[in-house]
T-cell receptor, first 113, second 115 residues
Framework: KQEVTQIPAALSVPEGENLVLNCSFT??????LQWFRQDPGKGLTSLLL?????REQTSGRLNASLDKSSGRSTLYIAASQPGDSATYLC????????????FGKGTRLSVIA | EAGVAQSPRYKIIEKRQSVAFWCNPI?????LYWYQQILGQGPKLLIQ????????DSQLPKDRFSAERLKGVDSTLKIQPAKLEDSAVYLC?????????????FGDGTRLSIL
């Protein structure tokens, strides 16, 4: 059974810092991995999707990497801003069958002005 | 493009009562998902529809939960009777077609509190 772990559970940084969020998964046979953002009281917004054949994806100040063999992904946020404060969730989809996304519990990020 | 619409935003009921949630996906999206998100956890898929057919309901507690998607557009999720452990946010998502590489678009959810 696939399990997704996100470390740390919470993180507080001063504005302008670069930061890394970590995601690990137990079964490396994945089809893709997604990073989502969730603001309080809101649904999820997809940030980046990495296919299993890819090593990284970039969008603006965000960069996500994938090391499938070691079961790890990182989300790098450059020059953090108070508006980046939110919970960041990692989710993986298995390679075989019509399997659902399996989510981690998320990392709650606070960027202090 | 209008997003995924859900109602109500909040619902408070007593245990053993029944409750229903409504979801209107993005226009033209064939695939619809219902997720349960317990406080401090990631979302867990309850049921997935492709048009008006069920693709995956393996994690739906069928003794108390039911869902339908008549005409392949709007969907309702019902809980009857509710238990204390059903307190959670219920999220609806949709995607253009069935496929593991398709991004899912989420609504803001319905926050359910059971007293």
């Amino acid at each position: 059974k696939q399990e997704v772990t996100q470390i740390p559970a919470a993180l507080s940084v001063p504005e302008g810092e670069n930061l890394v969020l970590n995601c690990s998964f137990t079964d490396s046979a994945i089809y893709n991995l997604q990073w989502f953002r969730q603001d309080p009281g809101k649904g999820l917004t997809s940030l980046l999707l990495i296919q299993s054949s890819q090593r990284e994806q970039t969008s603006g100040r965000l960069n996500a990497s994938l090391d499938k063999s070691s079961g790890r992904s990182t989300l790098y946020i450059a020059a953090s801003q108070p508006g980046d404060s939110a919970t960041y969730l990692c989710a993986v989809r298995a390679y075989s069958g019509n399997t659902p996304l399996v989510f981690g519990k998320g990392t709650r990020l606070s960027v202090i002005a | 493009e209008a997003g995924v619409a859900q109602s109500p935003r909040y619902k408070i009921i007593e245990k053993r009562q029944s409750v229903a949630f409504w979801c209107n996906p993005i226009s033209g999206h064939a695939t619809l998902y219902w997720y349960q998100q317990i406080l401090g956890q990631g979302p867990k898929l309850l049921i997935q529809f492709q048009n008006n057919g069920v693709v995956d309901d393996s994690q739906l507690p069928k003794d108390r939960f039911s869902a339908e998607r008549l005409k392949g557009v709007d969907s309702t999720l019902k809980i009857q009777p509710a238990k204390l452990e059903d307190s959670a946010v219920y999220l609806c998502a949709s995607s253009p077609v069935q496929g593991r590489s398709q991004p899912q678009h989420f609504g803001d959810g319905t926050r359910l509190s059971i007293l």
